[in-house]
């Protein structure tokens, strides 16, 4: 992935030269200027490639001057989905940092990107992107647009009604498995990129954007050209106003993939980005007791949010075992365990997103759930 | 807990202090008693390590303990004047030369320190002494060398208190003192004790009390068991301080006791007061408030029930007997209901291509109107219709493919046109309807669109039930949706030109914080409107009476005192039918219990073992409904009760008559049924009507409200059987009301004429002729506006008219 960055980068750069190349202007004074286009009383466009987001050959992924890459310290599960994600903000603008785990508040014309990729699909062993989700920011507020892409691989067409795609595919430690790919449809992308208020008694629904939040953004990115901390990435770009202090490590999250870090912050990264949507203040499941997101499971309360002990209502149809969240050293007496554990619709968590169980996000859990031995 | 005892106690102290600083001058003890130690001063250390060495002591106390017979004897500092003391015992055998070590203890009291620690540091230790043998009890102060006191107790090897407990009955009993050894358990670790045995002759909920008048002041300890005296006791509970009854001398706390437990019959319990606090007498209570058991169950297992889905109960036949209805991915296993009770004949319908499963809710009706209900299976990606086909031999696997999260599904015809819709409750989004296009073609529609019934309309969804019935009687139905994610619950009221209006608010239903994912919704006090139980996932329940008049529904939050307020049992599904045929509509939900409905808005649970909310029939077809969990069968044993069994068959309405209004009058009131399909959250159960009677074997009248208006009145109703009802065949020929057609000459011999009231111009196209019993005779297509019936047999007839859009009409007429 990251030399293809490199690769990327590499041919924006020939591209540029080539176009100032058959340019009548005068070298000297030009300036390079981004082909997208996001024309707000337009969007969302009929095809991916209307937008200008990638240059050359559509499948490549190579992004136009100005988009830049991205990722979150932390990644969602999607079914051992690859993706490559990108923002784009109109020339001039730029985000504002709200907290650092409030969500950047992205300037109106701002997209958001993210392109769901298999490497492998069997038999071949070749890459299949699936689909391309993007959020665009107007001026009331963020949309959604999904692109799902043609067998040929040369165009992506907006679809927001959601649809399915059987494949057989390696993940990364090549092993073969069989997914019914689920695009979503609006209706189960409200669901997360959602936080509700009651204003006056009604409930009023506000559409945002998930991974972008600075703490998960704080760790040093290869660029192809550079590495370099994602936050001044974005403050160099011109995409980030320059007037706050970067999270301290302690409000950070981290890469839960990565075993040299703390089990518990692994734990708590991995709740943050898979949970956390939903079980938050203000979020789809805020009725129940979780409350998932990387701050809220770092305080005192920190383990009680993350269910340790807390017990489980609704307990028809389960095994009366299960009858707390998180029973300390004891996964299989542990709600929480047995829905990510699961595929059955009735039970699993999440209940969007996934249809094959997280193997390795399930054995972080239940090393985490072992290494408990109280009840806070 | 008052800190008088305390002088008590000291008053008690008999012992004085005495040099008792060396083994050898050791202060003997021959006999159960409270000893005082003033301070730890001797210098003696035992020169043999007991659990502990002499690390960190510098003094010790030494006592002498000789019992005159063998006893189980506990040496104890956990007494409540030593709150916040800190002690350590070693007990050794031998003589001052030889010691052998016993026992040690450090912390093994339960009083903790009331300063705010949660650890006691008293000491108590229990060993078995030999007569004539002498045991040191060596005390020190490895933490502290305050003085204390410590209690030599003594049992009998062999003693129970639990064989002399005196039997006592329900009413006062006197305690004279408490004076008798008792014995250590997890309920009661004070040294004397009085027993009691007490064995109801009924099941009973069992209240122990010494909370009474007579008795202000004094401080009492329950412990009550059950098991037997010699092969092991069990502690039921115990309490300390329950009373109400405030000391006079001014404190606010009650001392006094009181517990309750549901008692079986025959089976001793053991009531056991200690001195934790006194041991002086006083009086107490046994009350007595017997259980009756409306209904028991019989469980039997019917292996072959083993289909990946098991959650439905409904007439698959034709026969109106109910069957148990199994869905796996590509089959259809119905249990169908013989004429032998409890015997099934299976059959496997194979289903081809993808289904939904039905992983979140199964509904079931006759949308396609061949006299074979069709099945509607809802999955968190969309919903499934199995439709019936060649006479119910084979299923067709309809998968409209049309993203939704279901959760609730219902067959109802939202149009009233005669033919079953299809609704689902959007977990994500505003629900979804299908409408029947009157040849069973499903068209999606989604609230709030353009076009669509207001059916909830809440963008982010959150709709887990919906449950369709007749709120205001108005013969038409509303619907309301049990919600549990933030927004409450939700009310439509049907106004009967398409048009749903949200009266959540006017009917004072919309309470939050609310979590529920099925509401309980029946007539519970029969006073002929639709009450609603907003039975709790998580939370507390909410019992609304509907106080419809003839305007508005209004509702009125009757929670307090009608033992919904107290029942802290939650469940994702509840649904209402009365169990034990009583006459009162009961509701079964989480817990293993039933709520019976005592009438006068109040319930009463009973437990059953393992019982939980399943598909629910009349399996056996004795009229008691029977309770499908899994492949367990639990089939409601008669009682005694009787009872009425309303099938019904729409003609011009929809074939199940789902929506009608069943009414049944009589010397006891009135009664009322709503025909629903999908009711509670998951299940489906009996589209038949089910009535229980008490006592009583008379019904005067039984009157069906049909979706189409026609209204069936049958008289003088033998009660437990099943009435089998056809749409409009108690009407005369000309009692239909038809602001549509007539037909002509009635009686007909050959061919009937049909004339159309020009004011409402349709177009018939199809026509089927019923006997009164419900059954097809003739099928046609309407030619010039006439139906010609010469070959059917002389009699009277229904006639159904089908017009162009799929709407059914109806018209009696007689065959000569």
Redesign the interface.
């Known amino acids: 992935m990251k030399k293809n960055y490199l690769q990327a980068l590499l041919l924006v750069f020939t591209l540029t030269i080539f176009s100032s190349c058959s340019d009548n202007d005068d070298e000297e004074s030009y300036t390079p200027v981004s082909p997208v286009v996001v024309d707000l009383t337009q969007v969302p466009y009929p095809k991916l490639s209307d937008y200008h987001f990638f240059e050359g050959d559509l499948k490549n992924l190579t992004p136009s001057l100005n988009v830049i890459p991205y990722e979150p310290a932390s990644i969602l599960f999607s079914d051992y989905a690859h993706k490559k994600r990108f923002v784009w903000m109109p020339e001039g603008t730029k985000a504002t940092f709200n907290g650092d785990d409030k969500i950047l508040e992205l300037p109106v014309g701002a997209a958001i990107i993210k392109n769901f990729y298999y490497d492998k699909i069997q038999p071949t062993d070749t890459p299949l992107i699936i689909e391309t989700r993007i959020m665009i920011r107007k001026v009331d507020g963020w949309i959604f647009a999904d692109y799902v892409w043609n067998d040929d691989q040369t165009e992506a067409y907006l679809d927001l009604n959601g649809s399915y795609k059987q494949l057989t595919f390696k993940d990364d430690n090549n092993v073969v498995r069989n997914v019914n790919y689920r695009i979503p449809s609006e209706a189960q992308c409200i669901v997360c990129h959602k936080y509700k208020q009651d204003v006056g008694g009604q409930e009023v629904t506000t559409f945002i954007p998930i991974g972008i939040k600075p703490q998960n953004l704080n760790f040093n990115y290869n660029y192809g050209d550079e590495t370099k901390n994602q936050l001044t990435k974005w403050i160099e770009q011109g995409y980030l106003e320059n007037n706050f202090a970067f999270p301290t490590p302690e409000h950070t999250t981290i890469n839960y993939s990565d075993a040299t870090q703390p089990l518990e912050k692994r734990v708590r990264s991995y709740f943050d980005i898979n949970c956390a949507h939903c079980h938050k203040e203000t979020g789809h499941c805020d009725y129940r007791p979780l409350r998932l997101s990387f701050t809220e499971t770092g305080g005192v309360n920190g383990h009680s949010n993350m269910g340790v002990c807390v017990p489980t209502v609704d307990m028809q149809d389960f095994d009366p075992e299960l009858s707390n969240l998180i029973t300390p050293s004891k996964p299989s007496q542990s709600m929480l365990f047995f829905r990510i554990n699961t595929t059955n619709e009735s039970y699993m968590m999440p209940l969007h997103g996934r249809s094959l169980i997280h193997d390795e996000g399930v054995a972080l859990i239940e090393e985490w759930i072992n290494s408990l031995q109280n009840c806070p | 807990m008052k800190k008088i005892t305390f002088l008590f106690f000291l008053l008690a102290v008999s012992s004085l202090t005495f040099a008792q600083n060396t083994c050898a001058t050791a202060i003997p003890i021959t006999a159960a008693g409270t000893f005082t130690i003033s301070t730890i001063d001797g210098t003696g250390l035992p020169a043999t390590t007991c659990n502990y060495t002499n690390a960190n002591v510098t003094a010790v106390e030494w006592y002498a303990y000789t019992p005159t017979q063998n006893y189980t004897v506990t040496v104890s500092s956990d007494l409540q004047e030593n709150l916040c003391r800190d002690t350590r015992v070693r007990i050794y055998t031998g003589n001052c030369t030889t010691m052998t070590c016993v026992v040690a203890d450090d912390d093994s009291g339960v009083l903790a320190c009331n300063s705010g620690n949660t650890n006691s540091y008293l000491s108590k230790a229990t060993f078995n002494a030999v007569a004539g043998q002498t045991y040191y009890i060596v005390w020190d102060n490895r933490y502290e060398s305050t003085g204390f006191n410590f209690q030599v107790s003594e049992i009998p090897a062999g003693y129970n208190p639990c064989n002399g407990a005196v039997a006592v009955s329900a009413g006062t009993t006197t305690v004279t003192a408490i004076d008798q050894t008792n014995i250590n358990t997890s309920c009661s670790t004070a040294t004397l004790s009085k027993w009691y045995s007490y064995t109801p002759a009924v099941n009973a909920n069992v209240t122990i009390t010494s909370d009474l008048a007579v008795n202000l002041c004094k401080d009492t300890n329950v412990s009550v068991y059950s098991g037997n005296c010699t092969s092991g006791l069990t502690c039921v509970g115990s309490d300390d301080n329950s009373g109400v009854l405030a000391c006079n001398f001014g404190n606010t706390n009650s001392y006094l006791s009181t517990y309750s437990f549901i008692a079986s019959a025959g089976t001793t319990y053991y009531i056991v007061w200690d001195n934790k606090w006194s041991a002086n007498g006083f009086d107490f209570q046994i009350n007595e408030t017997p259980i009756v058991i409306p209904i028991t169950y019989n469980n039997q297992t019917v292996s072959t029930i083993n289909s990946s889905y098991n959650i439905c109960i409904v007439d698959m036949n034709g026969d109106y007997k109910d069957d148990i209805v199994g869905v796996s991915g590509n089959n259809l296993r119905v249990h169908f209901q013989g004429n032998t009770p409890g015997t099934f004949t299976v059959t496997d319908f194979p289903i081809t291509g993808t289904s939904d499963m039905p ?2 809710s199964m509904a079931a009706g006759d949308y396609n109107k061949d006299g074979y209900n069709d099945l509607l299976l809802g ?3 969309g919903l499934t219709f199995w439709r019936s086909a060649n006479n119910g031999t084979s299923y067709t696997n309809i998968n409209p493919s049309d ?1 939704i ?1 279901c959760q609730r599904t219902n067959f109802v015809d939202i149009n009233n046109d005669g033919h079953l819709d299809a609704f689902s409750c ?4 505003p629900n979804v309807y299908y409408m029947n296009d009157g040849s069973a073609n499903m068209n999606y529609y989604q609230s709030g669109t353009s076009g669509a019934y207001m059916l909830g309309v ?4 959150g709709n887990y039930a919906s449950l369709w019935t007749d709120f205001d009687n108005d013969g038409d139905l509303d619907m309301f949706i049990s919600k ?4 409450p619950c939700e009310l439509h009221r049907n106004d009967g030109n398409g048009v749903f209006t949200d009266i959540s608010a006017q009917a004072g239903i919309n309470v939050t ?1 609310i ?1 529920t ?1 099925s509401s309980a919704i029946a007539d519970f006090d029969n006073d002929d409107d639709m009450d609603v139980i907003i039975t709790a ?2 939370g507390t329940h909410k019992f609304f009476r509907n106080n419809k008049d003839s305007n508005t529904v209004a509702f009125t939050n009757i929670t307090a005192g009608s033992g919904w307020d107290t029942n802290t049992a ?4 509840n649904i209402a039918y009365d169990f034990d045929n009583d006459g009162k509509v009961d509701v079964l939900g ?1 817990g293993n219990k039933i709520m019976f409905n005592q009438g006068n808005n109040s319930f009463t649970p009973v437990g059953y073992n393992a019982i ?2 399943g598909a629910v029939g009349d399996l056996n077809n004795d009229g008691f409904l029977d309770i499908q969990n899994g492949s367990t069968i639990r089939y409601g044993v008669p009682n005694g009760n009787n009872w009425l069994k309303v099938t019904l068959q729409g003609i011009q309405s929809n074939r199940n008559g789902i929506g009608a209004r069943v009414e049944i009058y009589g010397p006891w009131g009135k009664q009322i049924r709503d025909i629903r399909s999908g009711e509670g959250f998951r299940y489906m159960s009996s589209l038949n009507a089910h009535f229980g009677l008490g006592t009583s074997t008379v019904i005067n009248q039984v009157i069906i409200k049909w979706p189409s208006g026609i209204v069936d009145t049958y008289n003088n109703v033998t009660a437990n059987q099943p009435l089998s009802a056809v749409e409009g065949a108690t009407l005369g020929i000309d009692a239909f009301e038809s602001s549509v057609f007539t037909v002509y000459p009635n009686p007909v011999k050959n061919t009937i004429n049909i004339a159309i009231n020009t004011a409402n111009p349709v177009e018939f196209v199809t026509a089927q002729v019923y006997d009164l019993s419900g059954r097809m005779v003739h099928q046609t297509q309407v030619a010039n506006q006439t139906v010609t019936v010469n070959h059917i047999a002389k009699g009277t007839y229904i006639l159904m008219l089908r017009d162009s859009n799929g709407k059914d009409y109806s018209q009696k007429f007689i065959k000569e």
């Not at chain 2, 959007?426 to 989004?429: M, N, P, T, Y």
């Not at chain 2, 809440?458 to 969804?461: L, N, Q, V």
């Not at chain 2, 939650?570 to 599904?573: A, G, L, P, S, V």
């Open positions: 992983s979140w999955s968190g990606s993203y999260f959007h977990d994500i989004a809440t963008a982010s969804g549990c994610s933030g927004p914080p979590q994912w996932s998580a939650t469940n994702i599904d989480g939980s909310v």
